[in-house]
């Protein structure tokens, strides 16, 4: 539920930084002019699927979130997180490249087919904690991240989990 409430607010953000009565920042009227707004990209790894992010302008909370695919227990994986970010380091070589480290906690959502059950409406609830590493540069719309991200199921049955990912993100500008 929360991971579809979040998914249902980047999407109405995503309309409204897409309305043309909008003033767009200088440069292409489809991208952000930093890392700020909403973030769409892909997640490679442990799940992989469509990643997004909601980064304010000024701020240090952001809230992510995945529509992805399972490898590890075939089915699809939602998740959404609010999280901190806790470092910003500007690299000494690139002061315009930035290295930034979030952490976050959120719900998992995982429906699909266990290993051996041929029941597909299985269902699974849990709490993901993700630490991600993220690349961004000063005045692109993109960013890098790897993402590892320990967690508990806690329906149907407590079991611990890692998932481990990659991705990219552009931004489009948030509405004003």
Known sequence: MAASALL???????????????????????????????GV???????????????????RLRTTGAVAWSFGRPGVDLHA?????VLDVAVRALPDLHVRATVAAGPRLRIGDPPGDGDPSNADLGLRIPVAVRLTHVGAPFELFAELAPGAVVTPATTLFVDVAVGARVYVPAAR
Not at 44 to 56: F, K
């Open 8 to 38: 249902a607010l980047l999407l109405a953000r995503t309309a409204a930084a897409a309305d043309p009565h909008v003033p767009s920042e200088p440069g292409h009227p489809w991208l952000a002019r930093d890392v700020a707004g909403l």
């Open 41 to 59: 990209g892909l997640l490679l790894g442990e799940p992989s699927g469509l990643s997004l992010a909601w980064q304010p302008h000024d701020g």
């Open 81 to 85: 997180e609010a999280g901190l970010e």
